[in-house]
Each structure stands twice: as C-alpha cells, then as structure tokens.
C-alpha cells in the first residue's frame, strides 16, 4: 500500500533486483546493481526535461543482408551516433524507440528497444514505430543493396570466382 500510494503522488519507485537473497530464496528484493540507481539518478538530474512529452524514433548501427546462413554483408557502423543520439533524448525527458541494427553496444536505458537485422527489418520497424514519433532520426547505415537470392544451405568454395547478385533496398527514410 505504501508503495502504491508513493507512485500515486509521483514517486518514482526502483523496483528491487532478483537472485538470491539472505532468507536463501531466489527472487525480488536485492538492492538494483549501483550501476542501475545511477541510471535512475542521472535520468532525474542530468539534464533540463525539455523534452517531456515528446516521441523520438532513433536508429542505429547497420543492417545485415544474408547470403546464406551463415555469411552477411554489412558495413562498420558502430551505432555511437544514434546510441547518442537516444541517451540524450531519453535524458531530456522524451520517451524514446530505438530502432537498432547488430551493435556491440549495451542498450540505453529507459528506452524502448528495437533490435532488427536486415535492412526490411528496419523498414518494417520504422513504419510501425513512426507514427507516433513527433521527432526521427535516422543515424543507420542502413545497407544500399541486398543479395537478390537468398542460399538457404552454406555456399560451398568452388575453383575460380563467384559472382553475387545484388538488389536494391526499399529506401526507408523515402518510404516515410
């Protein structure tokens, strides 16, 4: 009750972490990690919240075209920029969707997650999510082209070259 009734004024409750806990149960009642209540902390107090009220639609890193299953073409993005770009956003009071290629960046805290591979991932993920974005940002490498035939087994090595054909991908910031 008292918690329910701290939430009804406008407190902001951390709910406890999970694993084991001095009574020798497993489940909810440890302290959340520092690393968390930091999280919670800067949120709160890290920047003017000029920001509340409004979407934000973000992607990030690159997108993964398959070969095969276990070959790809992409590119180097690091996903920084738009990582950035969220955190920020997500800092100054905006509820953010981040729409996110394979990174090897942890995801942003408070921020609504997307993860997608291929470059249609993206696109479908940006139509539904952009509706109800009043700002977007479109930080993605998203890849230009994608193989026109998908192997569905390992291309095996042949003696001399191999060709691979390619397409084009539907251009998402067009299509919205």
């Known amino acids: 009750d008292n918690i329910a009734t701290l939430r009804h004024y406008g407190f902001e409750v951390i709910d406890p972490a999970s694993g084991f806990l001095a009574c020798r149960d497993i489940g909810a009642g440890k302290m959340p990690e520092p690393e968390v209540l930091l999280d919670y902390i800067l949120r709160e107090i890290a920047c ?63 921020v609504n997650f997307v993860p997608v591979i291929s470059a ?34 390992k291309i095996k090595k042949k003696d001399g070259d191999s060709t691979l054909e390619l397409k084009r991908t539907t251009d998402i910031l067009k299509t919205l």
């Open 48 to 110: 003017e919240k000029d920001m509340l009220g409004l979407n934000v639609l973000v992607t990030a890193g690159p997108t993964q075209e398959k070969i095969d299953p276990v070959r790809y073409i992409t590119n180097h993005s690091t996903g920084k920029m738009g990582y950035a770009i969220a955190k920020n956003a997500m800092l100054r009071g905006a509820e953010v969707t981040l729409v996110s290629g394979p990174v090897s960046i942890e995801p942003v805290p408070f």
């Open 120 to 153: 249609q991932d993206m696109k479908e993920a940006m139509l539904t999510h952009s509706k109800e974005a009043d700002y977007i940002f479109m930080t993605a490498a998203v890849a230009d082209y994608t193989p026109a035939n998908v192997a569905t087994e």
